[in-house]
């Protein structure tokens, strides 16, 4: 069974979000880099996301797409296949906001 965790709500003032993800699959986002001192180093990886990365939208993504969470673990960075599927439902995103956005201010 995976486990899925997301503190991105937890940001404070740094920009810089990590997803954490482990051999079994499990994996979080949050703030700062994981460290265990009862794990070896590199157990749990910790991979940087680029800004335009939703935290959100990865975790959601993730969930419906678990099959690949072994193939980001063992390259220890997000697959170009995952950050294109993450930015274009991130670009569906703010351009439904927008729509709804501009459907308020013209009623």
Known sequence: RKHYYNTSSLLLNDNQVYLHIGPSG???TASSLFAAKHLQPDYVKSIPLDSHVCPETLMEYLEE????????YDLGVLPPEILESVSQKKDET???EKMKSEETTTR
């Open 94 to 96: 703010n351009e439904n």
């Open 26 to 28: 499990d994996c979080w």
């Open 65 to 72: 797409n678990t099959i690949l969470l072994q193939k980001i």
